[in-house]
């Protein structure tokens, strides 16, 4: 791992590293808050999927969670969102495709599949080289906004026992039925439904072997509710198998950093509290 | 003034609007932060003057600073760094001068003299605006970043009975000997140092009608410190004649957001408990 970058805040640290990726087969950047409490001993990590257009900066620069998680003594790790440095066909031509819009799944179809594998990549890859590399436990939880809190969703749903917890804000729901979703999982995919269902957090909660808490907070102006994110979808599945579900939906909140500022606090408590921070 | 966008975040709203500028004789945008106590009272006021390249927005995303607004009851307003839709020669070719940078001076000379009149817009102009049309008490206290804290210092000093309190983060302190101040100075002011003296918060502290209390905070690892910055010329102004100043060094920290972001909870304290907010 190559240190890019180390930048003081509330008195831990932000890193930037770029490594080689074996999943994408391309260098990725990720960043790292890591809490003071480093200093005395390993601490866990919360890993950060971030939305669409997002690269690993965003949710450091926005959300405003490092006060707390330094005095929680959590480190935070937010990968990019898709492999970068390619030049694929159509790769860069629109927001929800390509560059800025792995969606956490691994690429089966041209041109995509040698490198489009975020799937891989943060369920497996990342949280080795960081347990490896950085002054950290095991234990891990996971969260995400909108494509990266479908990300998480999927990650825990189909990881049982490696989460101590998962929670989203605004997630994309249930993309087998989202303009989103089907349009970058017939590319990455291809065009049989069937190969969707393992990236559907609605479809894959019937079948979770464990019955692992989930905190989704979403606002009730945002533009994305009805036509992409589809929360009471997810909902209803929940309540089909008595999986359980903390669904709150805040009047008034949009699908931007200033509500997950507002309310990345309970998120970070959330975790702190199931991972013994 | 008109309303270019509405987004809640801490049960407050972050407001864009866009006027006409008298001072700048060009259409102007602002950012203000309205806690929710304006429901019931109108609020006091702090300005944040940003620093170079930024707009009205950077603060806003990246400073962490509206949980702690939203609790005391602060409205924090946020003015452009200058004049914006203008094509003077080489208005757009440099970070330190022309748009972006106005250095929150009038300037004089030619061809910046008809639009580059950032004092009169950030001291007068706008706090009239804000008063007459948002739910704001006229208490007022102003804060800023690097050039920016250059414009606070200097607001400050040179309008005693006006702010309730003044402080500032990485600010540029004695701009008349810095090469960022003396390349804009000289452009905007003229040739002569005479004139640039109203501009130098170190060389006004010694004249200061008024004992005002000032925070500044500054990381030993800015890499702007010694050649940009100079507190220590400021702190020797200060005592000279017995100012009072707070000078807080911070090891390890730089000149980034991520150094406001640690420490902007005191500022809004030490603001709020001038404004009495």
Redesign the interface.
């Known amino acids: 791992m190559e240190l890019l970058s180390q930048?003081?805040?509330?008195?831990g640290w932000?890193r930037r590293y770029r490594h080689h990726s074996e999943a994408t087969a391309t260098d990725m950047v990720f960043a790292v808050f890591l809490p003071p409490q480093v200093m005395a001993a390993r601490v866990p990590v919360l890993y950060w999927l971030s939305g669409l257009t997002c690269t690993d900066e965003n949710f450091c620069?926005?959300a405003?969670a490092?006060?707390l998680a330094a005095q929680l003594g959590l480190a935070i790790v937010c990968p990019d969102t898709s492999p970068r440095g390619l030049a694929l066909p159509g790769e860069h031509d629109e927001d929800d495709l390509g560059s800025g819009a792995g969606f956490y799944v691994d690429a089966t179809e041209p041109p995509w599949a040698d490198h489009y594998r975020m799937y891989e990549y943060v369920t497996d890859e990342l949280p080795t080289l960081v347990e490896m590399n950085l002054p950290v436990r095991a234990d891990k939880s996971i969260c995400g906004h909108s494509m990266g809190g479908h990300g998480a969703l999927v990650a825990a749903l189909r990881n049982p026992g490696v989460y101590a917890s998962v929670s989203a804000f605004s997630p994309i729901c249930h993309p087998t039925e989202a303009p989103w979703g089907r349009k970058a999982f017939s590319a990455y995919l291809g065009p049989d439904p069937a190969d969707w269902q393992q990236y559907d957090a609605t479809l894959l909660v019937a079948s979770a072997e464990e019955r692992l808490p989930i905190l989704i907070d979403q606002?009730s102006?945002d533009p994305f509710l009805e036509s992409q994110l589809m929360p009471e979808a997810f909902r209803a599945a929940c309540d089909a198998v008595d999986h359980p579900l903390t669904l709150r939906m805040h009047p008034?909140?949009?699908h931007?950093?200033?509500?997950i500022?507002?309310f990345i606090?309970d998120h970070l408590r959330f975790h702190a509290q199931a991972l013994g921070a």
Chains 1, 2 share one sequence.
């Open positions: 930048t003081e805040v509330f008195d932000l620069q926005k405003g490092f006060r606002g102006k008034g909140y949009d931007s950093y200033y509500f500022a507002t606090d």
